[in-house]
């Protein structure tokens, strides 16, 4: 059976790219055919191919498994803002039927696939839907990426639960620091280690050139609940 993780985070630019194309790396190196999949992206930039995402082209380069990437990224949007928006000014209805679609696919064809959401957990991708009804329509497990700064508790605790709310399992959580000066580091992990129902299985120190493989080598994956 094929597992997978879905990665989302407590804001937008915490570092869920970063996590996501580790945890590749750190699956793949186990022998694992692993591929990942970023369903909506928005902030892309044209190329020879069509849009191309930053994202998207990392979470490619980090797999063990080609994948098309219509596959990994089923919806890409040019403006850099909230997806449901980009979707509506492109005239596109973001449809979950046709990204579990390209999960199915990917699935198939990978021992792991990892889904990396747009934004925070409840981010809308149009009128009704959100990342989180998408989380819960995969039915995977969810990492949470938590980014180190100030204002980070509430976020996090909130986000944990969200997921709850919606029955799905937090199988971990990464500190990501993304402040390179956040007073109370250590305490404010602590404190989520206190309050979130899920192992920490990474922390992430800043690095503005961050290491992806040794990202990788420390994320404790026989630590995912």
């Known amino acids: 059976m094929t597992k ?4 989302t985070g407590t804001d937008t630019g915490v570092g869920k790219t970063l996590v ?4 590749l790396r750190a699956f793949a190196a186990r022998g694992l055919r692993a591929v990942g999949m970023k369903p909506v992206a928005a902030g892309a930039e044209a190329s020879a191919e069509g849009w191309k995402h930053e994202d998207v082209e990392r979470l490619i380069a980090a797999g ?6 219509a596959l990994v990224n089923p919806y890409c949007f040019a403006p850099a803002i909230a997806p449901h928006i980009a979707a ?12 579990e679609e390209s999960f199915r696919a990917l699935a198939a064809r990978a021992d792991v696939v990892i889904v990396e959401g747009a934004g925070g957990f409840r981010v809308p991708l149009g009128p009704a839907a959100d990342t989180a009804e998408l989380a819960a329509r995969l039915a995977l497990p969810v990492v949470l990426v938590v980014g180190m700064r100030l204002g980070c508790l509430n976020h996090a605790l909130l986000t944990a639960e969200a997921i709850a709310a919606r029955r799905l399992k937090l199988a971990g959580w990464i500190a990501n620091h993304i402040e390179p000066r956040m007073a109370a580091a250590e305490e404010n992990v602590r404190a989520l280690e206190e309050r ?11 690095d503005p050139a961050p290491d992806f ?3 990788a080598a420390a994320i404790d994956l026989a630590g995912l609940a």
Do not use: H, K
């Open 4 to 7: 997978g993780y879905f990665v």
């Open 196 to 206: 979130i129902a899920a192992p920490l299985i990474a922390r992430i120190a800043f």
């Open 88 to 99: 509506r000014e492109a005239g596109v209805t973001i449809d979950l039927g046709r990204i």
């Open 213 to 215: 493989a040794a990202i």
């Open 20 to 23: 996501a194309c580790a945890l």
């Open 64 to 69: 063990s498994v080609a994948a098309a990437r």
